[in-house]
C-alpha cells in the first residue's frame, strides 16, 4: 500500500533524529513504569487494555457481538491484541480532530470542524492533555493524526492578533508528538491569503500578501522539524458560498454565518485558489525541502466537487505544488465504491497520479442522528463502520484513512455531529474503541487489500487483507452464506462483547458462516 508514497517521503520522522517506532517504544515502556493511565483522569466503561509488553495489549476473552453466524465447532479461546508500531515508511491509519486542552464546560456542539468558540468554564480535562492522548493513541496503534484544534497551528490559532504569536500549546503537541502530525495550515474553513484580523472593510486579498508570507515563514521554520506534512487548508469547495448569489453546499453544515468578516466582491473561484495553493506550497517548499504538501481535503465526492471545484483547482495552480490529495465520506458505507470510483475517474482525466488520502470518515452512534448516516445508527454500527468504511478504502486504493474522531461531542438534539468519537466527550470508551484497536492489531501494516465480492447493502462483501508480515486475513459480512475459504481456522466478530473483549472461534475450511450487518474477521 506504500509503494506509491515511496519515493515521495521515504522514512517519517516526528522530530529531530527520533524516528517514529523509536518514541513509540520510550513512549510505551514509560507506559509500563508508571503502570498504564492510572491517575490520568480517564473514565472509561469496559475493560481498559493493559500494556504487557511495548507494543502488545492485553484483552480477556468474552461473547462478542456478532457471533452468532460463526460456524464450526471449536472453544473460545483467549487472546490479546499485538498494536502494530507506526511503521518506518508513510502512514496508514489515524485519527481527525483531536481535542486537546479541551476545558470542562467547553461548548462541543454546530459544526464542530472549525469552531474553537464557547464557553471554559472548568479546569482542562486530564483526558485531553497531549502526554495523555499520545499514551491511547500507542495503545490504539494510531499512527498519524490531523486537525487538533487548540494545539493547532491554524491562523487565527497562533496568530490571532498581528505579530501577537501564541506557540505554547502548538509545542506542547508538535514536539512531543509520537504519532505523525498532519497540519492544516490557514483554516479550516474558508482558508485565504488573509489574516484573521482582516475586517469586513478591508480589501480581500487573493494572493500571498506579506501578513501571509509572514505567517507561512513563522510557523514553517519553527515546525519544520517535527513536520513532514503540511495540509494548505481544509473543505476549500465551501467557499462557492461566497460566489455572488451563491449558497452553502447541502448538508455541508457551513452557511453564511460561517464566512469570514473580510469577503471577495466577486466570490473566490476554484482556479483563484488553485493559483494561492500553489504559490503557497512554493514557499513552504523554499523554508523546507522535505516538505509533503496535501491538498486541501475535498469535502466529498459529489459532483460539484469532483466535476468542477477538483478541475478548476488543477487549471488554476497546476498539478506540481501538491504530492497527496485529500478527500472526505461520510455517508453509508454502502454507497462508498460508486463515488470513490468517481474520484478514480476524475484523477486519471486530470492527468493526476498521485496517492490518495481518506483524511475524514466516520459515523455516529446516535440513534437520533440521521444527517449522514442512518443504518439505524447505534454503537455497534459505528463498531462495524471501522471495518466497512477503511477496508474499502485501501481496497480503492487509499494509503492512508483517518477515522473522524478521537473523542467526541455530546448527544445532544442540536449537536450535528454527536457521538462520533472512539472515545465519547468524558473520555470513556465507546464500543468502536475496542474495534479500531481490533483491526490495527490484527491487520496493520497492510501490504495490500483485495475485494473478492463487494455487492453493497444487500449482497456479499468479502475482503482479502495481505499484511505486510505475509499474514492473510479475510473480513465478510453482508446478506447471505460464504465459505471458510483454505488456511483459517479462527473467525471473531469485529463488535467487541460486553467487556469490551472479543471471541475467537474455531472455524474449518469449506465451514458455511451466515453473514450479517457486523463483519467477521478470519485468520
Known amino acids: 500500500m506504500d509503494g506509491h508514497l515511496a519515493h515521495v517521503v521515504g522514512s517519517v520522522h516526528v522530530g529531530p533524529r527520533v524516528t517514529v517506532p523509536t518514541r513509540c517504544m520510550l513512549l510505551l515502556l514509560v507506559l509500563v513504569l508508571l503502570g498504564g493511565c492510572a491517575g490520568t483522569g480517564f473514565s472509561t466503561t469496559g475493560t481498559t487494555p493493559s500494556v504487557s509488553s511495548p ?54 456542539g454546530g459544526r ?52 501577537e504569536w501564541q506557540f505554547e500549546r502548538a509545542d506542547a503537541v508538535l514536539m512531543n508528538s509520537s504519532s505523525e502530525p498532519i497540519v492544516t495550515l490557514f483554516s479550516l474553513q474558508y482558508a485565504s491569503p488573509n489574516p484573521p484580523w482582516a475586517t469586513a472593510d478591508d480589501v480581500f486579498q487573493k494572493t500571498l500578501g506579506p501578513e501571509a508570507r509572514d505567517y507561512l515563514t513563522t510557523v514553517v521554520k519553527r515546525y519544520a522539524p517535527y513536520v513532514r506534512y ?17 449558497i452553502a453546499p447541502p448538508g455541508s453544515g457551513a452557511g453564511a454565518q460561517s464566512l469570514p468578516a473580510c469577503l471577495p466582491t466577486d466570490g473566490f473561484t476554484p482556479q483563484e485558489q488553485g493559483a494561492f495553493l500553489a504559490e503557497a506550497a512554493a514557499l513552504i517548499r523554499e523554508l523546507d525541502p522535505d516538505a509533503v504538501i496535501v491538498m486541501p481535503g475535498i469535502s466529498g465526492l459529489d459532483t460539484y466537487q469532483l466535476s468542477t471545484w477538483l478541475p478548476a483547482v488543477v487549471q488554476g495552480g497546476g498539478k506540481e505544488w501538491f504530492d497527496i490529495v485529500s478527500y472526505h465520506y461520510y455517508l453509508s458505507w454502502f454507497r462508498f465504491p460508486g463515488a470513490r470510483l468517481g474520484l478514480t475517474e476524475t484523477l486519471k482525466d486530470l492527468g493526476v497520479d498521485k496517492p490518495v488520502w481518506l483524511t475524514e470518515t466516520g459515523s455516529s452512534s446516535s440513534f437520533t442522528l440521521s444527517q449522514r448516516t442512518n443504518y439505524p445508527n447505534s454503537a455497534e454500527s459505528q463498531a462495524a463502520d471501522i471495518f466497512r468504511r477503511v477496508l474499502p478504502a485501501y481496497a480503492a486504493g487509499d494509503d492512508l484513512v483517518l477515522w473522524h474522531t478521537y473523542i467526541g461531542s455530546p448527544d445532544t438534539p442540536d449537536n450535528s455531529w454527536r457521538c462520533y468519537g472512539l472515545r465519547d466527550e468524558s473520555g470513556r470508551d465507546s464500543v468502536a474503541y475496542a474495534s479500531f484497536q481490533l483491526l490495527t492489531s490484527e491487520l496493520l501494516p497492510v501490504e495490500r487489500v483485495e475485494v473478492v465480492t463487494a455487492e453493497g447493502l444487500y449482497g456479499l462483501n468479502v475482503y482479502r487483507v495481505t499484511t505486510r508480515a505475509g499474514a492473510v486475513r479475510y473480513v465478510a459480512w453482508g446478506m447471505g452464506t460464504w465459505r471458510v475459504p483454505e488456511g483459517v481456522t479462527e473467525a471473531a466478530g469485529v463488535v467487541a462483547g460486553a467487556k469490551g473483549s472479543f471471541t475467537w472461534r474455531g472455524v474449518s475450511a469449506g465451514d458455511t458462516l451466515t453473514l450479517s450487518d457486523t463483519p467477521i474477521l478470519l485468520r
Open 230 to 246: 503540511w495540509e494548505l487548508g481544509n473543505e476549500m469547495d465551501h467557499w462557492r458560498a461566497a460566489d455572488p448569489g451563491g
Open 112 to 163: 464542530e470542524m472549525g469552531q474553537r468558540r464557547g464557553r471554559a468554564d472548568g479546569a482542562v480535562q486530564d483526558f485531553t492533555l497531549p502526554e495523555v492522548v499520545f499514551a491511547d493513541f500507542a495503545k490504539l496503534g494510531i499512527q498519524a493524526y490531523r486537525q487538533f484544534v487548540m494545539g493547532d497551528l491554524l491562523w487565527d490559532v497562533v496568530e490571532p492578533s498581528d505579530d
Open 55 to 108: 507494543g502488545t495489549v492485553g484483552v480477556s476473552t468474552g461473547t462478542a457481538a456478532g457471533d452468532a453466524g460463526l460456524g464450526g465447532s471449536g472453544a473460545a479461546v483467549t487472546t490479546s491484541l499485538t498494536v502494530s508500531q507506526p511503521p518506518e515508511s508513510s502512514p496508514q491509519i489515524g485519527v481527525n480532530f483531536i481535542r486537546f486542552f479541551w476545558a470542562q464546560g467547553r461548548e462541543m
